[in-house]
């Protein structure tokens, strides 16, 4: 098993420096990545808990943390692709890959924040197969000398596209692509076009069927299904909470109870979780550091 941990660029912390201080933090911790997460606009949920406060670019944040640091894998989770020109990105990440030396885990969907979209002026109807089409032309641009692909959305080719990743795929340079979510798509995305599975707010019972059924669809497609990394995002309870919400909500860990966050991960590596990311969903960050300690001294030691 291996842990992640979010640092809190989406939390409203207004020093940037505090909010990149927690990947150095969670290196020396001995946390195995730390993942950040993608909104473009303070509108809809994200304006209720923010209102105008910072929510700092996932792929910035990554850039400066991997100057502090040398071994920590850099995920975000996940990236909205819809959102982004995947000709940037796939730039943007296979130079983010080379400067890290090979760190960089792309944690991806489809979205589906209705506001978002709509003042990004992208129809939610085409958000899947937006995803879908960004994910084959990084594959393209990277993978590829000579990289060509056509549509109705792109059209290129006889160009060059560098750097390209250091990190390689069937010998073939390329950013691992963890594909987020839960729904028929989104298993048949991550079987068919994905690296992995990375869905959050998920139970580990949850995680287990779902799990099964991206194995079954990418044997179907061809492909082997244990070269898929399986990953979850698991929420932590950072200020604690009535104990019969904890109950009755199995995707969540308490993060004031050691006892429980153990037993709680030790069922997601059951169901098949095999990178499991932390998600400290507070923007105190006296609190965060106090609870990455407690998790590190008390928690992540079960699992050596």
Do not use: C
Request: zero cysteines; aromatic letters at 8%.
């Amino acid at each position: 098993m291996e842990f992640g941990v979010t640092v809190p660029n989406n939390w409203g912390v207004e020093d940037p420096q505090a909010v990149v201080n927690f990947g150095p933090l969670a290196e020396e911790l001995g946390f195995d990545s730390v993942w950040v997460m993608d909104h473009l606009f303070n509108n809809g949920y994200i304006r209720e808990r923010l209102d105008d406060k910072p929510y700092y670019h996932p792929m910035a944040t990554l850039s400066h943390i991997s100057a502090l640091t040398g071994r920590v894998k850099l995920g975000t989770s996940v990236l909205v692709l819809p959102y982004h020109n995947p000709v940037e990105l796939a730039k943007y990440a296979a130079t983010l890959d080379q400067m890290s030396g090979g760190r960089v885990i792309l944690g991806v969907g489809a979205g589906a924040m209705t506001p978002e979209f709509e003042a990004l002026g992208i129809p939610l109807s085409q958000r899947g197969s937006l995803t879908n089409e960004s994910m084959d032309v990084m594959r393209e641009l990277w993978a590829n000398e000579d990289p060509r692909y056509s549509s109705d959305r792109w059209e290129f080719g006889d160009l060059k596209f560098s750097p390209k990743p250091v990190q390689s795929v069937a010998d073939s340079p390329h950013v691992p692509l963890w594909v987020g979510g839960g729904s028929t798509a989104a298993l048949r995305r991550a079987a068919r076009r994905g690296n992995g599975w990375h869905p959050s707010g998920v139970s580990a019972e949850e995680f287990a069927i779902g799990r099964q059924r991206v194995r079954e669809l990418a044997e179907s497609a061809g492909r082997d299904p244990d070269d898929l990394a399986m990953s979850a995002r698991v929420e932590v309870e950072a200020h604690g909470g009535p104990s019969s919400q904890r109950a009755a909500d199995r995707s969540r860990l308490p993060g004031h109870d050691a006892a429980g966050m153990v037993a709680g991960i030790a069922a997601f590596q059951e169901a098949g979780v095999q990178h499991i990311v932390l998600a400290l969903n507070t923007g105190d960050v006296g609190r965060l550091r106090e609870l990455m300690h407690s998790i590190a001294e008390d928690v992540i030691s079960q699992f050596d």
